[in-house]
């Protein structure tokens, strides 16, 4: 099978519609259908079901449409790799990720302690909102990534552990929830008028829910101190919160890892020396 063929079979299964997928493809509708004809020829299945209003997915179309997104998002991201194995060979640089927002003082203190190392390469930052960061680093577009255990999906990677610590509630300075000396999970929660935020899905959708759409850290210190949200945070996070907030610890939330995380089969010098200065930090 051959990854054109998925491209086209994947338009057609989001389209659901052959005309629209051959506009999505810039291509026109008769090659289109041909090719959907042989792949099913071959593979011994129809892959939709044809109505004069467009097409359904049949059960071996939904099977080949959640593999063969798959199987195409893994050549991409070999193609990825190979071209940043490429780079690394020509110019000494790495790719790091994080989410905007979080772990500031930690990655400045990384960057410029990796940067006055003899032999220490180049590093681009992306910074991204948060659960994209394992996506970036497992499909090729980072290197490396400053990741938060329990909240990132860390199967797969090395990693070496860099901080833990426990969370706290920052909410607005003056609220009465303010003045209470701890409080758990639920209690955070549960606050009437600061419902905590939602962060986007990898695809952008939100889930539902009373709090604001958020996608950085950021943002969401202005909006708390508005009055409109209250956030859970790494303890070492609050303790940073400046004029207008107010931190609570809770009592009963999970500890936060913080960790370095690179691709097992990495050889990237560059990653090496990142990883050891942030040990050594």
């Not at 209003?53 to 939904?62: D, H, I, N, S």
Request: overall charge negative; charged content about 20%; aromatic content about 4%.
């Amino acid at each position: 099978m051959e990854t054109r063929e998925l491209r086209y079979f994947l338009a057609v299964a989001d389209e659901l519609h052959f005309g629209r997928a051959a506009e999505q493809l810039a291509m026109a509708q008769p090659p289109l259908s041909r090719a959907i004809a042989q792949l099913e020829r071959r593979l011994g299945a129809a892959l939709f079901v044809r109505t004069p209003r467009g097409v359904t997915l049949t059960p071996a179309g939904e099977t080949l449409q959640r593999e063969g997104r798959a199987a195409l998002a893994a050549v991409e991201a070999a193609e990825r790799r190979t071209r940043r194995t490429v780079e690394a060979a020509t110019r000494a640089s790495v790719v790091l990720t994080a989410k905007a927002g979080a772990s500031s003082e930690l990655m400045a203190k990384l960057l410029d302690a990796y940067a006055a190392e003899p032999d220490a390469a180049e590093v681009e930052v992306l910074l991204s909102p948060p659960g994209h960061q394992a996506a970036m680093l497992r499909d090729g577009r980072a290197d490396v990534a400053i990741l938060h255990r329990p909240f990132d999906d860390l199967s797969g990677f090395d990693l070496e552990e860099l901080t833990t610590e426990n969370q706290v509630l920052v909410l607005p300075a003056g609220h009465p929830a303010s003045a209470m000396t701890s409080m758990t999970v639920q209690e955070a929660a549960s606050i009437p008028d600061l419902p905590l935020p939602r962060w986007p899905h990898l695809d952008g959708t939100y889930p539902d829910g009373p709090g604001p759409e958020l996608r950085d850290q950021t943002q969401i210190l202005q909006l708390v101190r508005l009055g409109r949200t209250a956030i859970m945070l790494p303890e070492s996070a609050g303790s940073s919160v400046r004029e207008g907030l107010a931190v609570v610890p809770i009592s009963d939330a999970p500890q936060v890892t913080t960790v370095i995380a690179w691709p097992p089969h990495s050889t990237s010098p560059g990653v090496a020396g990142l990883v050891r200065t942030a040990a050594r930090l």
